[in-house]
């Protein structure tokens, strides 16, 4: 029963909103029951109806034109939609709500959405948005030859706050459309009337500098949003992820967050800039273990010298698929990563490795970025620039050997010039393993060069170490590891800095 709504990813899920919110069904068997007793002329009517209600809740007005810089308002929804051009709009201080998957062109005028919201025999674009863009093989909408029921479920679909969704520009909205089949896509928009609670009014917003409002759901309409550039699978599991584990019930959301990781998903954008992705249950996991949120969030954070738009692509690309190839793409950034990427990393790493392997790798790239750090003159950002340089070099050196012996030989060298100071005990698991070639020459390079890239936060036990880092000397490590002065002397550049364990947390 209604196989060509259940057919297609878009209207499939129309129906499946339909079948919770005016149904009640809240698990795959009470859907299909319900589907069975259910006539093509009952969910049409079912579906027209919600299509009704759905229309009371696209747009937000705010009274006055303006108000105080960076306070909280609220507006009331606007339960009259009136498509006259230059009426409800922002200038007026009316907002459409970030769900509506319309640009803001596509609901006013005279053929306009909001001057026939409900669909007629023949489907059009603007009640099948991605019609000319994923999928049905047509060049214009009004070619496809679907239902009027076709139609009212891919409207509903359109016009659902039930959806992952964001602003993405000034007119433009994007939302998250997981392919799932009907009997995951129930229990996952139940899940989503969970957590309405959990998300800002849809009324409130934030002002800008300027005294404007900006409705808080433009961030995302689902919990805690990372990062506008990690929407999609990424940021709806991360997001949903940690507010389910905030909450206690993550072993009740992680069948749905399963199913929406592993599956294909249209990231849906009224610009045209559509595309598809899939994940895998990695995703999950590090949301579970609640690492996932905090990567995301903390990207920004990567010291280097690549644009900002090349981080995230490679980070995103490497938390997507987590495997060999784009990870060794995610290093070729040669940069500094936050504390936040410490468990991130190790996540990367604990399924193939021991722990003892990792920490003994760690241990070793430790003492590389310690030792990195004396040998670099000067103090402030040119002691830092110049202890970048000395990493920069002996990545490249890493590079260039063509065995795992030669990588330790030629590692202990050159570290051992830098200031005499001998590899710590701890190191020794590695340099074993990589000596006997139990470790590919790609894989040890790896671990070396990804632990000897970390930040570690500053001790939270050491005063000396929040002043410095205070001061902006964050990129200090572990003073522990520093090579000794013989008495009498002095160390001019060390005895005036006061490190913050770079490594040593980890």
Known sequence: MFDDLRSYYFSRYGLAEVLVTEYGAADAETALEILDRTSREEMEAALEERVQRLLREIRVHFSKPEYPSKTDVQGQLVHDLDGTPGEQVGANGYFVRPHVLLEDGQLNGRYGFVKSPLPGKEIIQRYYPPATKLSVGKASASNVKKTRLFALACTVTTLTPLKAARRTGDSHRGAVIPDLPLQQLVPYLDLYVDLQ????????????????????????????????????????????????????????????????????????????????????????????????????????????????EDVQRLVKRWLLEFNDAYFTDFLSLRAIYPPSFSPLIDAYFMPDYDENLIASARAAAQHINSQAYFAADGSGDTKRENKQTTLSSLESMLYDCDSGPELIARISVQVGRLTGADFPPEAQTFFDQTTAENLSLEEARNLLVAYMRLRAPASDTDAQDEASAQAGDTDAPDKSTAPEVAPGESSSDESSYVPDDELGNL
């Open 197 to 308: 609670p959990a998300l800002p009014a849809s009324t409130e917003a934030t002002t800008n500098d300027n005294g404007k409002p900006y409705l808080k759901q433009n961030r995302g309409t689902f919990p805690a949003p990372p990062p506008g550039w990690s929407f999609g699978t990424l940021g709806v599991v991360a997001g949903i992820g940690s507010w389910a584990r905030e909450n206690g019930f993550f072993d009740d959301a992680e069948p749905v967050l399963e199913a929406l990781a592993t599956r294909r998903a249209y990231v849906i954008d009224t610009s045209g800039a559509n595309r598809v992705e899939t994940a895998g249950s990695h995703v999950v996991r590090l949301a579970r273990e609640d690492i996932l949120r905090s990567a995301l969030e903390n990207t920004w954070k990567v010291e280097t010298n690549a644009s900002e």
